[in-house]
């Protein structure tokens, strides 16, 4: 059965690094997603991306955050300058089309240090 | 705007026991409902979904869910729990295209204890 995929499983960084969070979608979708949970916490919508642009942000996706889908099957999320509150589990998440159901990845652990 | 509301942080049970989690949401619009478990240390599986149609939806592992138009809900139940439901519960909405937005709206989530 296809599944998303994401790596690495577990980063930690020092606060304000770079960070590349990457995610493999299910080949044939269309519709890409990436939600967070930071710890004890619920999950979070951050960003909807289609057609190779951005669909919908939350608030919480401001200008350190950045995501791209360099090639037909790699969609990526950027941090640019970690801070210690991005430490949290990030989920990526695709589906075929709006409202059909999103498939989630296992998560990247990122932790900030 | 949309929400979730999962009154429950934690429910424990027994085994063969039957259990309900309880969700309730609030929105504007028409929803669509889903239920994903989260077992320890793995990313989030659908149970199940509600689009339209049948109030009652059945999911995997024995899960059902009715959705509720008038009271708001999309309880989450099963009649009889096996040691490896334990995991945590997460109701979610989305308002889809006559919302504007297709994102899934999440509740805090429900840690299942299933006690042999």
């Not at chain 2, 239920?35 to 793995?42: A, D, K, L, S």
């Not at chain 2, 009652?56 to 509720?68: D, P, R, S, T, Y």
């Not at chain 2, 308002?95 to 204890?113: D, I, N, Y």
Request: net charge negative; with cysteine.
């Amino acid at each position: 059965e296809p599944e998303v995929t994401q790596t690495p499983s577990h980063q930690v960084t020092q606060m304000g690094q770079e960070v590349i969070l990457r995610c493999v979608p299910i080949s044939n979708h269309l519709y890409f997603y990436w939600y967070r949970q930071i710890l004890g916490q619920k999950v979070e919508f951050l960003v909807s991306f289609y057609n190779n642009e951005i669909s919908e942000k939350s608030e919480i996706f401001d200008d350190q955050f950045s995501v791209e889908r360099p090639d037909g099957s790699n969609f990526t999320l950027k941090i640019r300058s970690t801070k210690l509150e991005d430490s949290a589990m990030y989920f990526c998440a695709s589906s075929l089309g709006p409202i059909l159901t999103q498939y989630f990845g296992p998560g990247t652990r990122l932790l900030v240090l | 705007a949309q929400s979730v509301t999962q009154l429950d942080s934690q429910v424990p049970v027994f085994e063969e026991a039957p259990v309900e989690l309880r969700c309730n949401y609030s929105s504007s619009v028409s929803v669509y409902l889903f239920w994903y478990v989260q077992y320890p240390n793995q990313g989030l599986q659908l149970l199940l979904k509600y689009l339209s149609g049948s109030t009652l939806v059945k999911g995997i592992n024995g899960f059902e869910a009715e959705f509720n138009k008038s009271q708001t809900s999309f309880h989450l139940r099963k009649p009889s729990v096996h040691i490896s439901d334990t995991a945590e519960y997460f109701c979610a909405v989305s308002e889809g295209a006559q919302g504007g937005s297709e994102k899934l709206v999440f509740g805090k989530g429900t840690k299942l204890t299933v006690n042999p």
